[in-house]
């Protein structure tokens, strides 16, 4: 069946907005965002088009890693608010028509969570076999080579019981064993808390880490490590992470999802495509969405963009949704990777490429990544390797609201500094300017869910070369569009091929180019991106 004819699914047809909740709106002046803030802004996102708001882990946590370190599954942190505000929040986000999802942290705990208390606590502890522990080798020194991504050995000494065990990330977010199916039961149990409460769906965090080699084997150098590298890119992880059983876990996640009516799971999954695709599952009973990082990480040059998507493209399987992201909270921010210029055609590609873009907050005004003094910097990440710039808080800013003090989203002490520029880069100023990012946001959203062609239809690629690329979205019965976009600064030539490519540009990064109608032959400025429909 043709894909327009098909009935899609609302994590298809939407648009997903994920929210730092730290960092968006504080409702009782402690400088941290929280869910009665968020409350607040829902009419901001309901009114920007989006449909679905993820949000960061707003469970109780030491704040180790900011939220990623859980200490009890089934809560509110305090900070956050409470489990009723977030009742009230689920009834307002439904009550609008719109998604809520919710992280999810399976692959580790919090070392303050009860569970892991009781593994320390002795060798015969009942959940001592729940994380992963291993006797240090004859000369004392650590049970394999495995490292940190937050720098370091990824093994950790405990006295009292004389074993190490293994945290992929910070020592405070020791690693549970997947291999233990009493660890697989109360994860599978936390998530049918959050489902019955009625949470349409998860993001998953690090769901290719979740599962370890049995024989905890070395893994091996990484040929291309460079010293400005984060240490823990010195080995190639082959062992440690995207381990063939870990489908296995992602199948029984997806069988709780599935006894649900529409639920859904997005898996974070930094891997090449050939081995990311594998994550949609056998039978597509795997992730929905496993998170397509490619506009992310790749250089912002068009042939390799171009190429990007077609891989993607010609490697997801038969019932495999795209998706597309160009930020989150672990990522340097578009407008700073690319510049101002950039992000707006990064705008446009995010929102005609075929599959379901996520917007990080913020970057739908165009906010920048913020210079955070050293002595303010808070994420470990930044603290534990600091001469390799891998601070996370420049990109976690508050939001930007309007031009009162922080910029409308505390009346206390922020707790990571704003940007200095928020009088002039905020919502309230944007939304009255038809120009702004916020403004070109709202527009290609809008454009994006009244076209069927845009939401679902077919992608075929049309141009790429070192500067343009192009691709025509089509749905059976309805308007087609050609994108055309600049991805340089430098003016850009395009001639198609087929004489039909001829219609009017619907919207524009410079939008002195709307309205005008182009044929053959499209000459592009730098920055310039197009959105044409066709004849
Ligand atoms: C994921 C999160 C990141 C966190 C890490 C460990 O990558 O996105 O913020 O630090 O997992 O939980």
């Given at each position: 069946m043709e894909e327009s004819q098909k009935t899609h699914y609302w994590w298809q047809k939407g648009v997903i907005y994920q929210v730092y909740p730290r960092s968006y709106q504080d409702s009782n002046g402690d400088g941290i965002g929280d869910l009665p803030g968020l409350l607040q802004r829902l009419d901001y996102l309901k009114w920007l088009g989006v449909t679905a708001v993820w949000l960061s882990p707003i469970y109780p946590s030491p704040m180790a890693d900011f939220g990623y370190d859980?200490?009890?599954?089934q809560g509110i942190h305090p900070l956050f608010g409470s489990l009723a505000d977030f009742d009230t929040l689920l009834a307002e986000v439904h009550q609008r028509n719109m998604k809520l999802i919710l992280d999810l942290v399976p692959n580790h705990t919090s070392d303050q969570h009860p569970w892991f208390l009781e593994s320390q606590s002795s060798r015969n502890n009942p959940k001592r076999d729940w994380y992963i522990w291993h006797d240090a080798l004859p000369d004392g020194s650590v049970p394999n080579n495995w490292l940190s991504v937050f720098g370091g050995s990824g093994w950790e000494w405990d006295e009292p019981t004389q074993q190490y065990y293994y945290h992929g990330f910070l020592k405070e977010q020791p690693d549970l064993n997947w291999r233990n199916p009493a660890v697989q039961k109360a994860m599978l149990d936390v998530m049918r808390f959050w489902l019955d409460k009625g949470v349409d769906g998860f993001r998953v965090?690090?769901?290719?880490?979740?599962i370890k080699d049995d024989q905890l084997r070395d893994n091996p150098p990484n040929p291309d490590y460079k010293p400005h590298m984060a240490t823990y890119e010195q080995l190639l992880p082959v062992y440690s992470t995207d381990q063939p059983e870990v489908h296995d876990l992602v199948l029984q996640m997806r069988e709780v999802l599935d006894g649900y009516s529409e639920r859904m799971m997005i898996g974070e999954i930094y891997l090449p495509i050939h081995q990311l695709v594998a994550y949609y599952g056998i039978n597509g009973k795997g992730?929905?969405?496993?998170?397509?990082?490619q506009l992310l990480l790749l250089p912002w040059e068009a042939r390799q963009i171009g190429a990007a998507v077609a891989q993607y493209e010609a490697l997801l399987p038969a019932d495999g949704w795209p998706n597309w992201v160009l930020g989150n909270h672990d990522q340097p921010r578009i407008t700073s990777r690319v510049g101002r210029e950039q992000a707006r055609v990064a705008a446009l590609l995010l929102l005609t490429l075929r599959g379901t873009p996520t917007i990080y907050y913020g970057d739908e005004i165009g906010m920048r990544d913020v210079p955070i003094p050293f002595e303010e910097v808070q994420d470990p990440q930044g603290l534990n390797m600091p001469d390799k710039n891998l601070s996370r808080d420049p990109a976690r800013t508050p939001m930007q609201w309007d031009a009162s003090p922080n910029a409308g989203f505390t009346t206390g002490k922020p707790w990571l500094r704003l940007a200095g520029n928020f009088a002039r880069e905020n919502v309230q100023l944007q939304k009255e300017d038809p120009y702004s990012m916020l403004s070109l946001y709202k527009r290609l959203i809008a454009l994006r869910q009244q076209e069927p062609s845009l939401m679902t239809g077919e992608y075929l690629p049309v141009y790429s070369d070192t500067q343009l690329i192009a691709y025509i979205r089509q749905a059976a019965g309805h308007a087609r569009f050609l994108v055309v976009l600049n991805l340089s600064h430098r003016p850009g030539y395009f001639k198609s091929q087929d004489p039909s490519l001829t219609g009017v540009v619907e919207i524009a990064t410079f939008p002195e180019l709307e309205g005008h109608e182009v044929g053959e032959a499209i000459n592009l400025g730098g920055d310039e991106g197009i959105i044409v429909r066709l004849d």
């Open positions: 859980i200490s009890d599954y965090d690090v769901m290719w880490h979740m992730a929905h969405l496993p998170f397509n990082f």
